[in-house]
Nanobody, 124 residues
Framework: VQLQASGGGYVQVGDSLRLSCETSGGTFNGYAVGWFRQAPGKEREFVAAISRNGQMTYYSDSVKGRVIISRDNAKKAVYLQMNSLKSEDTAVYYC??????????????????WGQGTQVTVSS
């Protein structure tokens, strides 16, 4: 499966952004999908993930309550709605897919396929 992340941009503290992860190839509803981010000089970190049927969602503590992950299996896409953005949310955001097994992993190394990333910059 191929993934392409989009929707990043330059915003102000408190603004909102909606990231999209569009996919092609593969059987989309057979994959769990996660969002990760990587800031300069830091390791890639987990942001949110969603099970293949969309019934289970997971969030990092740093974004819980501000971010919503969703998916549209008919459109083969996953979305990340980010609200009340903070300067520390500045990073390159990546979407990734993993063949659905029991549970949805949070470790980047567990994911099989990655998109190219989209830059989110939150200015104070």
């Amino acid at each position: 499966v191929q993934l392409q992340a989009s929707g990043g941009g330059y915003v102000q503290v408190g603004d909102s952004l909606r990231l999209s992860c569009e996919t092609s190839g593969g059987t989309f509803n057979g994959y769990a999908v996660g969002w990760f981010r990587q800031a300069p000089g830091k390791e890639r970190e987990f942001v949110a993930a969603i099970s293949r049927n969309g019934q289970m969602t997971y969030y990092s503590d740093s974004v819980k309550g501000r971010v919503i992950i969703s998916r549209d299996n008919a459109k083969k896409a996953v979305y990340l709605q980010m609200n009340s953005l903070k300067s520390e949310d500045t990073a390159v955001y990546y979407c990734a897919a993993v063949v659905a097994r029991s549970g949805v992993p949070r470790q980047p190394g567990a994911y099989d396929y990655w998109g190219q990333g989209t830059q989110v910059t939150v200015s104070s």
